[in-house]
């Protein structure tokens, strides 16, 4: 059988609930990417806000999401159940879109950021167990894979039509970020209509998935994941200084979102195909390449704000995540005991969300005290300790 024959067979096996989690990810990051693509140049060149706190209000932002993931997976564990978190996770960041429009302060944009990072906090570790319990295991690669490229085919669309909206209402963010609430609203209805949650009673009665008798069936397998993670987190700060780079290289306000289509354009390509090989190769072998590339991408933009060297560094990063962010889901579901992946999400995602936090304040810093190139030099400083632990348990 060919390869193209091959992939397709696989497509087919792969469940109608992943699919619509796709296009639910697909829908919401269409209007998050409309807005985060065009925010950080709204906030330092319309409301004068610095690259620091710019940095700080990302990291916070991230984190919380990250955080927030590990009270929704233990609840999503307890109750048996995932669809109504995600259904709440969803709504809240469907709800937070109209403040971005609304802003005329920092104040409003803390607001609507935090509204909207608690939602996706809500939503992420029930979302991904969802996945990992309606998919047969040999199948979860390419699952998570298929349900990363969907999220990132919308993660470049956004900024497309972001600069499209730009050119054609003359730079005017408002109304952009009034028109990226449509497509969020649908998101949420396709969630409640089109995916079912199986049925599954993990237990005849509900207990603590954060009880001591719990936590240690978390095996040292699940923590060697959580901890290669939350390095690999310092490593990769919030893409808003890659959209900031561009626009200290001359790039114009309206065509500053180009650079997340490029970087999505090569994430939302390749996310399927490495997560459909991550099914068949050592993970942690996949994981150190993964690094590698990082460490390039850094190297690139540390060198240079524009031309050649700064798109190619741009597409590394696109490809570094492709490679690593479903893999990284699918090794915590490989590691965690089924009736715990939320939970197993849960702690995942709170260590990434404080590494989140301290990476993206420490990008800012740098930035504002030493140069962009300094941000990026750190960045490859962090990817190295990744790639350390890594070779200390070359098995996969």
Wanted: glycine content about 10%; overall charge positive.
């Amino acid at each position: 059988m060919s390869d193209m024959n091959q992939r397709t067979a696989t497509l087919k096996k792969i469940p109608t609930g992943v699919w619509a989690l796709g296009f639910v990810s697909l829908l919401m990051d269409v209007s998050s990417e409309l807005i985060h693509s065009l925010l950080p140049v709204f906030m330092v060149t319309s409301l004068g806000i610095s690259v620091l706190v710019v940095g700080l209000i990302e990291g916070a932002a991230e984190a919380t999401a990250l955080i927030v993931k590990v009270f929704s997976g233990v609840l999503s564990d307890y109750w048996g159940k995932r669809k109504r978190l995600a259904v709440l996770g969803y709504g809240l960041g469907a709800l937070s879109k109209p403040l971005f429009a609304l802003a005329t302060s920092s104040g409003w944009i803390i607001t609507a950021r935090l509204m909207d990072r608690v939602g996706k906090g809500i939503r992420g570790a029930p979302r991904d167990a969802l996945v990992a319990d309606i998919t047969p295991p040999d199948l979860r690669g390419a699952a998570f894979g298929l349900r990363q490229s969907l999220d990132t085919v919308g993660a470049f669309l956004g900024p497309m039509l972001a600069v499209a909206f730009m050119l054609l209402w003359h730079d005017d963010f408002s109304t952009v970020f009034w028109v990226a609430s449509v497509p969020a609203f649908f998101c949420v209805v396709l969630l409640i209509w089109g995916v079912q949650e199986p049925d599954k009673p993990l237990a005849a009665q509900r207990v603590n998935p954060i009880s001591r008798a719990n936590l240690v069936r978390l095996s040292t397998a699940y923590w060697w994941v959580v901890a290669v993670g939350a390095i690999f987190t310092l490593a990769r700060f919030s893409e808003a200084f890659l959209v900031l780079r561009a626009a200290q290289g001359g790039l114009a306000p309206a065509w500053t979102p180009v650079v997340l289509i490029g970087m999505n354009i090569v994430y939302a390509a390749c996310a399927y195909p490495f997560g459909k090989l991550a099914d068949k190769v050592s993970h942690t072998r996949l994981l150190g390449w993964g690094l590698v590339l990082l460490i390039g991408a850094d190297m690139l933009l540390a060198y240079s704000n524009h031309g050649i060297v700064f798109w190619l560094g741009v597409a590394l990063w696109g490809l570094h995540m492709a490679m690593t962010q479903g893999l990284l889901a699918a090794m915590v579901a490989d590691t965690a005991p089924a009736d715990l992946r939320g939970t197993g999400y849960g702690f995942f995602n709170l260590l990434s969300g404080v590494a989140m936090l301290v990476a993206s304040g420490l990008a800012g810093w740098l930035w504002q005290n030493w140069g962009a190139a300094a941000t990026f030099m750190a960045g490859i400083g962090f990817a190295a300790m990744a790639l350390l632990l890594l070779l200390l348990r070359p098995q996969g």
